[in-house]
């Protein structure tokens, strides 16, 4: 029976290859070579006026199936091992021509509702997009009460005062400048931009002095009413983490 198609019906020879297991509904894995062959060649024939560099291709994979079609009138030979099928690398060749060509109706699906779709430019006001909802002061502080914070703080003060040598401290001391709250803000603040969270026990005990231990804590508190800090406590009479919000 004599096959008569357009070629711009197919865009190659898988593509032609599809169309005539599909029509004739059989089994990718098990094609009917000799008839599939058949029709194909017939397609061919339909060709000879047409553009022998689209021709060529289609030619490649005639000579294919005749190869495979000589192979599988061969009598077969009887070996223990079982023969490949020689059809098995152009199954797999349709098989992969079939899932792209799948996913190139998907993505033209897309496309074409993607053409449906008017997409606004964002006209938020400048005064809306700048604000910044105020900080929760309570939730910043939740489960966290101020005797924990001077149950820590205490702790530390002591620590502070059994570094002093009792007999070094007679001879008396030397002053020096003591930073200022603003300053010792601006240093946390730094510090708390390169860690995201520290130990709020840790930073004091590393303070040289009792009043640099006060002007810290101080400093904490304030940065935690700007909500550039928050506090946290995972268990009761655990470590304080200090949290930075600082990106």
Excluded: C
């Amino acid at each position: 029976m004599e096959l008569k198609v357009k070629l711009e019906t197919f865009e190659g020879p898988l593509d032609l290859l599809l169309h005539l297991l599909e029509k004739n509904k059989v089994n990718i894995y098990d094609i009917p070579i000799v008839e599939i062959t058949n029709q194909y060649m017939d397609y061919v024939h339909e060709m000879e006026r047409q553009d022998l560099n689209v021709m060529s291709e289609f030619m490649v994979m005639a000579a294919t199936l005749l190869e495979i079609k000589a192979k599988m009138l061969l009598p077969k030979k009887e070996e223990a091992e079982e023969q490949e099928d020689p059809r098995a690398e152009l199954v797999q060749q349709l098989l992969e021509y079939k899932l792209y060509k799948s996913i190139s109706y998907a993505l033209k699906d897309r496309q074409v509702d993607a053409e449906k779709v008017m997409y606004k430019v964002p006209t938020i006001p400048k005064e809306v997009s700048a604000y910044e909802p105020p900080v929760d002061i309570e939730g910043l502080l939740d489960g966290l009460t101020l005797q924990k914070l001077n149950k820590v703080f205490a702790s530390i003060m002591k620590r502070q005062s059994d570094k002093i040598d009792p007999i070094r401290s007679k001879f008396g001391k030397i002053e020096k400048e003591e930073v200022s709250l603003e300053e010792k803000m601006i240093v946390l603040e730094q510090y708390a931009a390169s860690h995201k969270q520290f130990s709020f026990r840790a930073l004091l005990e590393r303070q040289t002095s009792r009043v640099q231990v006060i002007v810290t804590f101080l400093a904490i508190l304030e940065l935690m009413k700007t909500g550039k800090i928050e506090v946290s406590q995972i268990q009761a009479f655990g470590d304080i983490q200090i949290i930075s919000n600082i990106a």
